[in-house]
């Protein structure tokens, strides 16, 4: 595609920048922008109009960027606070940048020669594009506890995990998205069926996947399929929509692969000639019966067929899977049984299928920097033995057995800790928060890295450093599709004395460890990054966005996926396994399997009797990105208050009207939101809010903003992971709800 327009322009006196954004502010996604400046400041941003990505929309998030970036509340210069004084807001004290680096260095260095290197942690978050230079910085210092305390690591993973133990390689519904021209791309055919499945991606665009292209498919003729426990905007324009109660998908997929294998629909000559163990599937689910995973799953049984079939009829039908398979135990079983109907309906590589994703320019960032981390070392990221599939991959510590190590401190302690691109006690703290609390608090010594204050950085924040913006700062990301540059754009001053995480990780790495990071700057970094592409940094900045121009299909046909060059996909075999073979070398199922939530009102029909409403969180809303965005009045205004959607009907019964604020109570604890009752859910189902606080609290009243009232970790419970250690049920928490009484209300 050609770009038309120039880098940077002049108009009707705005200097206008292109370049892509990454959080913060907006999301990790790389949408194409145009920035608009004027005295310095950022006073607009637009949809770059050439930008495949794109194609000129955005969403709220990126549209209110100039009011994020100019916000009053940004934090300006670094600060440090003795640890005794952790939640005074009084206690902050302003230091310069090498007084904070000196201290951090000095802090870390004792921390390891007293505990031991491994007594360091990088808590990270999917946010900011530094996933692997932090992993890198943690590297550097000799440590390979990289977290994320999020239960059973549920966010994306347990979907990735899927995909490795099946076929070795990731895919996503084609909706063009690899190619850079787009719609027009020579051989492209938009898919004739496309399920959308636990993903409401209009609202959350994640994982690299625009939410709007499956609107431009439909637009296009597409039919779709939606699974989904509410009755979301995509949901009501599907041809099917199947309403499960929430956390049974495993049910719904293979009672719809098995309706497949029953009667024939799929592709005999693709499964001979590139598949694995459809036998053993067949065999494994006799003990299936479709009617009865369909009642189980509280779908009607002849809905779910007619899916199964519509899906096997379409010449290329796509599956487009999101964030809600992670969020439940046996999430990893789900995708594998929805990986066997892709795969044996030939879909899998083909127009409008579900294409293989490549790693653009063949840069690869997945654990960068581990090799160079000595073989003791690696063997003590948490869960190393116990769950292999942590050691591929993104290489985090498995969340679960890192917090029960936290407590216990065996085998031995973290005292020290850095948090980047994450506020985890509002967004990842699976386990009543208080016990995540807890842990951290523990630490003699925490860095956190944010561009304003949150409840992380209030309550346990010993040296607080204020990082740029998107506008702002060099960077350099691609997550599937493309590459993308960030660079400080034409006029814009930095707000106050900022620097970027990758200047921070840069010079702290530098510090620790030269040969990890010889590196003089964050430049040559990104251009070490991304040298297998054979492209500087400097030449993908000046381009701004990048494709690769050798994405065709069926890559298994030409040799293009194995490391060795033969046909075939990057497993043991060379074929899809739909028996996985690494599942079973390392003691996982190796055939998908339907197995009910911990909690349910199957599994523990007595506590449905106290508990009687199925509760989900984790749903993401297009104004918020995770616990970003509450500071700013545009964004507020959209949902001022933490919403927990009810049945309209259950709420008439119940006296409870819009706006109510109500207490979500489980066995664990209690959070209260504000009530919408909606038809979009069924009768004693209940969706809650993920993520919130309320930054106008004065934290000299509560430094936690509000957390301990509203935000929804305070219901879920850690230590019930999937057998691979990946999928915990999120999406299923039995509870009561009930109207708060006067004077409970504190924030409200
Ligand atoms: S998906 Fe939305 S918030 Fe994310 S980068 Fe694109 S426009 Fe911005």
């Not at 807890?438 to 204050?453: G, P, R, T």
Request: net charge negative; hydrophobic share 35%.
């Amino acid at each position: 595609m050609k770009k038309n327009l120039p880098r940077t322009w002049e108009e009707d006196g705005y200097t206008v920048s292109r370049t892509t954004a990454w959080s913060a502010p907006g999301c990790h996604e790389g949408c194409g922008v145009l920035c608009y400046v004027k005295d310095g400041k950022l006073v607009k941003v637009e949809g770059d109009p050439e930008h495949p990505f794109n194609e000129g929309r955005l969403c709220p998030r990126c549209i209110a960027a100039p009011d994020i970036v100019n916000h009053p509340d940004r934090l300006k210069a670094p600060m440090r606070r003795d640890p005794s004084k952790r939640g005074d807001p009084d206690a902050w004290v302003e230091i310069s940048w090498d007084e904070a680096f000196d201290l951090w260095e000095r802090e870390f260095k004792r921390i390891a020669a007293q505990y031991g290197a491994e007594s360091l942690q990088a808590v990270v978050g999917t946010g900011r594009d530094i996933m692997w230079e932090s992993q890198r910085l943690l590297y550097s210092m000799n440590s390979p506890n990289v977290v994320s305390y999020s239960t059973g690591l549920a966010c994306w993973m347990p979907r990735m995990v899927a995909y490795l133990l099946t076929m070795g390689c990731y895919c996503m519904a084609d909706c063009s998205q690899l190619f850079e021209d787009r719609w027009d791309h020579e051989g492209y055919k938009v898919p004739e069926v496309i399920i959308v499945w636990g993903n409401n991606c209009v609202q959350s665009s994640s994982d690299g996947f625009y939410g709007d292209w499956i609107v431009q498919c439909v637009k296009r003729g597409s039919k779709m399929i939606v699974i989904d426990p509410r009755l979301t905007w995509m949901a009501a324009r599907a041809e099917i929509w199947l309403q499960p109660r929430p956390a049974v998908d495993s049910a719904i997929a293979i009672a719809m692969l098995k309706t497949i294998i029953d009667e024939g629909l799929y592709n005999h000559r693709f499964v001979d000639e590139w598949c694995v163990g459809l036998e053993e599937v067949r065999q494994h689910f006799e003990q299936y019966d479709v009617d009865q995973l369909a009642e189980t799953a509280w779908v009607d049984p002849g809905k779910l067929k007619a899916a199964a079939r519509m899906y096997a009829a379409g010449n290329n039908s796509a599956i487009q899977l999101g964030l809600a398979l992670d969020m439940q135990r046996h999430g990893v079983s789900c995708v594998h049984a929805i990986i066997i109907m892709m795969a044996i309906c030939d879909n899998i590589d083909v127009p409008g299928g579900n294409i293989l994703t490549p790693n653009p320019g063949d840069v690869n960032f997945f654990g960068w920097g581990w090799d160079m981390l000595p073989e003791e070392q690696q063997k003590k990221l948490v869960g190393y033995n116990e769950y292999p599939m942590i050691r591929m991959g993104m290489r985090l510590d498995q969340s679960d057995l890192a917090l029960v190590q936290a407590e216990t401190e065996d085998p031995y302690p973290f005292r020290g800790a850095f948090y980047m691109g994450c506020n985890p006690l509002t967004s990842m703290s699976n386990d009543g928060l208080e016990r995540v609390y807890k842990v951290l608090q523990k630490m003699e010594f925490n860095v956190v890295l944010d561009y304003c204050m949150t409840p992380t950085a209030q309550t346990l924040g010993d040296l607080l450093l204020p990082i740029t913006m998107f506008p702002e700062r060099e960077g350099m990301r691609s997550f599937y599709v493309n590459l993308g540059a960030l660079w400080p754009i034409e006029g814009l001053q930095r707000t106050g004395d900022v620097k970027s995480d990758q200047e921070i990780i840069v010079e702290m790495g530098r510090r620790f460890n030269k040969e990890i990071f010889p590196w003089e700057n964050e430049k040559d970094m990104f251009s070490a990054m991304l040298e297998p592409s054979g492209m500087s940094f400097e030449e993908l900045r000046e381009q701004i966005w990048w494709y690769p121009d050798d994405v065709c299909y069926r890559r298994y046909e030409l040799g293009r996926l194995r490391a060795d060059g033969r046909v075939g996909f990057p497993t043991p075999t060379g074929r899809i396994e739909l028996y996985s073979f690494i599942a079973e070398s390392i003691g996982s199922p190796a055939l998908p399997y339907y197995d009910e939530p911990f909690e349910s009102p199957v599994s523990t029909p007595e506590m449905y009797q106290d508990y009687p409403v199925i509760v989900m969180t984790g749903t993401r809303n297009i104004q918020y990105f995770h616990s970003e965005h509450r500071q700013i009045p545009k964004l507020r205004e959209i949902q001022p208050d933490p919403l927990v959607e009810v049945n309209d009907q259950w709420a008439r019964e119940k006296g409870i009207s819009a706006g109510d604020w109500l207490w979500i109570e489980n066995v664990r604890g209690r959070v209260r939101h504000r009530a919408k009752p909606t038809p979009a859910l069924r009768f004693g189902m209940a969706n809650l809010n993920s993520g919130w606080w309320f930054p106008e609290t004065d934290p000299h009243k509560d430094p936690m903003y509000g957390c301990w009232d509203v935000n929804s970790n305070l219901i879920i419970e850690a230590g019930h992971q999937g057998p691979t250690g990946f999928g915990a049920d999120v999406k299923a928490l039995l509870c009561r709800i009930y109207p708060c009484k006067e004077g409970e209300l504190k924030n409200g």
